[in-house]
């Protein structure tokens, strides 16, 4: 499963563990400063001692900001939710659906649905299209924010006091806060 942050993934690891053993694929390199991609790291790590799974593990590829910013400074004028985010969602799947391929993980979701911030007809629209792409590794469709699980996310974190960040990622949305 590919997580963007630890305040996302409260609700949907809880979820999800009772049907999987999950591994997380933290790969945010489009989060700007490299300082804010580590606390958001952190904060995931501190609540991944909280649940104390021995069966979800965490894999923490290398931060490149550069081939992100590269590609995204082509949509640096369009708004959060839009065109941008479209290629941030993929960029950011399409390298954590290829780890899963390669390592012959059944399943790949993107905890990202769970955001009031993300759209999940994009997000589950990319996931269609890398299923297909890909021979092995199926695409698990999710809208984590259904069935009252942003109240669920919202409430847990509340009771959790994890770290939340006030913008998305990406210089342009800090910019926009
Ligand atoms: S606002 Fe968020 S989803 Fe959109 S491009 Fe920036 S980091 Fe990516």
Redesign the pocket.
């Given at each position: 499963m590919h997580v963007c942050c630890g305040v996302c993934s409260v609700w949907p690891l809880v979820y999800l563990k009772q049907y999987f053993r999950i591994t997380i694929y933290y790969g945010?390199s489009?989060?700007?400063p490299e300082s804010e991609y580590e606390r958001r790291l952190e904060t995931l790590e501190e609540y991944l001692g909280i649940l104390n799974d021995p069966e979800i593990t965490l894999v923490i590829p290398s931060y490149d900001s550069e081939s992100y910013m590269k590609d995204?400074s082509l949509?640096d004028d369009h708004q959060?939710?839009?065109k941008?985010?479209y290629?941030?969602?993929e960029k950011?799947m399409t390298e954590a659906y290829d780890y899963a391929e390669e390592n012959r993980y059944d399943y790949f979701t993107t905890v990202?649905s769970i955001s009031n911030?993300?759209r999940a007809d994009y997000l589950n629209e990319i996931g269609e299209r890398l299923d297909k792409e890909h021979a092995h590794t199926r695409y698990l469709y999710a809208d984590f924010k259904k069935d009252g699980g942003i109240t669920k996310n919202e409430e847990m974190n509340k009771e959790l006091h994890l770290y939340h960040q006030y913008?998305?990622?990406?210089?342009?949305?800090r910019r926009?806060e």
């Open positions: 945010n489009i989060i700007y995204l949509y959060e939710g839009g941008r985010c290629h941030c969602y950011r990202m911030r993300k913008y998305c990622g990406c210089v342009y949305s926009e």
